[in-house]
């Protein structure tokens, strides 16, 4: 798993131009643990690198930086409250379930546009974003997409799941 992070770090510069890949290794071998959850999101799809740190913590952020929504982690409802409410046609699971299972965390909508601002993801496909309470206590869901070259920020019944709308998670390292 280190080989394939090293490389596409290499392959990838435009995502991290402020870090080195020596800081970067020290901090996952220190964090060894890290790499399961690296190697869970790559299974899934992810394509897992840095896009620098957070800056609250200082830590590392990995996210998903597939140009499409994770392909193993699509066809999925909101969380467990939608996925429990659907009484027809229910999906495989949620995206909340999912994060959990992976040990990774939902993008907020603002981790969502810093990937973005970096290059462009998710052209044909959409990602569910971490939704706020309010809007999630009335049933509701957010997710995002890039078209026509801007990122736009929609709304959907947390129960709704399509073939193209999958999240994007993230971890701090």
């Given at each position: 798993m280190l080989e394939i992070l090293k490389a596409r770090f290499q392959d990838n510069k435009n995502l991290h131009m402020e870090l080195s890949w020596l800081d970067v290794e020290k901090r996952l071998l220190e964090h060894p643990g890290s790499m399961d959850v690296l190697r869970r999101m790559e299974e899934s799809g992810g394509e897992p690198d840095t896009i620098g740190y957070d800056e609250k913590t200082g830590k590392l952020i990995f996210c998903d930086c597939a140009k499409e929504s994770p392909s193993g982690r699509r066809s999925l409802c909101y969380d467990e409250k939608a996925l429990q409410g659907r009484a027809k046609n229910p999906p495989s699971g949620s995206a909340e379930w999912k994060a959990k299972e992976i040990g990774v965390l939902i993008m907020t909508e603002e981790l969502y546009r810093r990937l973005q601002s970096l290059g462009e993801f998710d052209l044909k496909t959409?990602?569910?974003?971490?939704?706020?309470?309010?809007?999630?206590?009335?049933?509701?869901?957010?997710?995002?997409?890039?078209r026509y070259g801007t990122v736009f920020t929609f709304h959907n019944g947390a129960d709704s799941y399509y073939s193209v709308r999958g999240f994007r998670g993230y971890t701090l390292i």
């Open positions: 959409s990602s569910w974003i971490t939704t706020p309470d309010d809007i999630r206590d009335k049933g509701g869901a957010l997710f995002c997409e890039r």
